[in-house]
């Protein structure tokens, strides 16, 4: 007689096949490639600085004060 054999195995490798295969299928249809996601970072990064160049200045005003704000504290000038 043969040897016995896991018919499970064999399924489960199959399905594994299959899994990997529809991953790849997916990857190559909408996955992106390191060179794509380093050229989009890279422009990101460009952009902000861009943007970051053209600050008018560092410093942050606080933010205007309500009338109801105004009453409750003591230190407002009336």
């Known amino acids: 007689m043969g040897n016995v054999t896991n018919l499970n195995r064999f399924k489960k490798q199959r399905a594994r096949d299959d899994r ?3 991953a790849d299928a997916n990857a190559a249809k909408f996955g992106r490639s390191k060179a794509q996601k380093a050229t989009e970072t890279k422009s990101v990064e460009q952009a902000n600085a861009h943007l970051d160049g ?16 105004a009453k409750d504290d003591p230190d407002a000038e009336e």
Do not use: F, I, V
């Not at 053209?54 to 704000?69: A, F, I, V």
């Open 20 to 22: 990997r295969a529809q």
């Open 54 to 69: 053209h600050r008018l200045g560092d410093t942050l005003l606080p933010p205007p004060k309500t009338q109801g704000e």
